[in-house]
């Protein structure tokens, strides 16, 4: 990275820091002024609960809906700073300074390692790069933190088939099919790589 980068990007994360603090406090105070009987009445729907609803989903739009709810959920780190920082990557993504994307999702990831969107959106940051051992490396660790990550099965799948590997591209999607059926690209592309892969060993 430029050398002259790295007092902006500093001044960056501590200006992110400093305003991930106010967030989090901004958010406590607001559910404490939530009623006790609403926070009751309406407990969240848990993590678990949502992937259930996920395989039970009678059609494509259900699955949809409750897809979307899933994904916002894992989009959540836990700390207000590493969000800010992923989504300045993003908007760094956006504007094609993917290098700087990297250094900002490398700090988010630092400050929270076990949130495995964070390494499944960094993952997307080097596919971008075409360096695509380390997007899966990162893939990978998405998926030991989260095994039900289906958007990380679905893009592991993408990769290895970009390398020609029809057999763990096919278990890949499978995996991601077993959490999301309702997912239709994912059911074309089992379609269409099952007779190819048949008969070797996944």
């Not at 993003?90 to 949130?115: I, K, T």
């Amino acid at each position: 990275m430029d050398a002259r980068r790295t007092p902006l990007l500093t001044a960056l994360c501590l200006g992110l820091a400093l305003a991930g603090n106010a967030a989090t406090a901004s958010l406590a105070a607001g559910d404490k002024t939530r009623p006790e009987k609403e926070r009751k009445a309406h407990p969240p729907i848990s993590l678990d609960d949502l992937y259930t609803r996920l395989k039970q989903a009678e059609d494509e739009t259900e699955a949809k809906a409750v897809a979307t709810l899933i994904e916002r959920r894992l989009g959540r780190s836990g700390s207000a700073t590493a969000d800010l920082l992923s989504d300045r990557a993003r908007q760094a993504m956006s504007g094609n300074d993917l290098p700087l994307a990297v250094e900002l999702m490398d700090r988010s990831v630092a400050l929270e390692p076990n949130w495995s969107e964070g390494w499944s959106r960094r993952a997307t940051l080097f596919w971008r790069l075409s360096d695509t051992a380390t997007a899966i490396a990162d893939l990978q660790r998405a998926l030991v933190l989260e095994p039900r990550h289906f958007e990380a099965w679905a893009a592991l799948g993408k990769l290895y088939l970009a390398q020609d590997d029809k057999g763990r591209a096919l278990d890949a999607f499978r995996r991601a099919e077993a959490l999301y059926p309702q997912w239709d690209v994912l059911k074309k592309a089992i379609e269409r790589l099952t007779p190819e892969v048949q008969g070797r060993d996944l």
